[in-house]
């Protein structure tokens, strides 16, 4: 089975600034998906970035990028110049591939993100 | 507009009470889910259903069932409501061949 684990309960950064969420999960499987999801007040869950792990280099979303570690098993977000929109509940999530027995998302226990004006 | 919805949106339950939450798509995806989230545990799995006419257990089973007559709709009972189940509930849908995941709005279910 698939761990997940977010570290960080809470953090907040000043508006402008950059911030980094941590993520590391625990698998056996070689080829996977890893995402981060964002759930701002609204309830709605939005997927903000997504890797795949057989490729090496890190995705990126306009703002948004990870560092993506894979002998670590490490997967991190960082949000550039950090904006008021941004404070949310973040969520690290995991996949197996499509197709295989049990490819559904496992998550993480998720972070609160303050951004401070 | 297409999506996936779920209802009711919020619920208080007397303990003892029998609920159904609803859920359907209009994606036609062959996947669907249901998670409940509970602070600093994130999103945990209750059931699945990879195709219609099939379901599994996900890590979070006990106190739930599911079924899945059509593509479209995966509701979720709670046969007997305990505290415990005071949580709020995620439909998610997904085309099997993709990645990503659609959710509902959720469900925020308090029991008493």
């Known amino acids: 089975a698939q761990t997940v684990t977010q570290s960080q309960p809470e953090m907040s950064v000043q508006e402008a600034e950059t911030v980094t969420l941590s993520c590391t999960y625990d698998?056996?499987?070689?080829?996977?998906?890893l995402f981060w999801y964002k759930q701002p007040p609204s309830r709605q869950m939005i997927l903000v970035i997504r890797q795949e792990a057989y490729k090496q280099q890190n995705a990126t979303e306009n703002r948004f990028s990870v560092n993506f570690q894979k002998a670590a098993k490490s997967f991190s977000l960082k949000i550039s110049d950090s904006q008021l929109g941004d404070t949310a509940m973040y969520f690290c999530a995991f996949m197996k591939l499509p197709g295989q027995a049990g490819n559904m998302l496992t998550f993480g226990g998720g972070t609160r993100l303050m951004v401070k004006p | 507009i297409a999506g996936i919805t779920q209802a009711p949106t919020s619920q208080i339950l007397a303990a003892g009470r029998r609920m159904t939450l609803r859920c359907t798509q209009d994606m036609r995806h062959n996947a669907m889910y249901w998670y409940r989230q509970d602070l600093g545990l994130g999103l945990r799995l209750i059931h699945y259903s990879n195709t219609a006419g099939t379901t599994g257990k996900g890590e979070v089973p006990d106190g739930y069932s599911v079924s899945r007559a059509n593509t479209d709709d995966f509701p979720l009972t709670l046969a007997s409501a305990v505290p415990s189940q005071t949580s709020v509930y995620f439909c998610a849908s997904r085309q099997g061949s993709n990645t990503e995941a659609f959710f509902g709005q959720g469900t925020r279910l308090t029991v008493v």
């Open positions: 698998t056996s499987e070689n080829n996977y998906y």
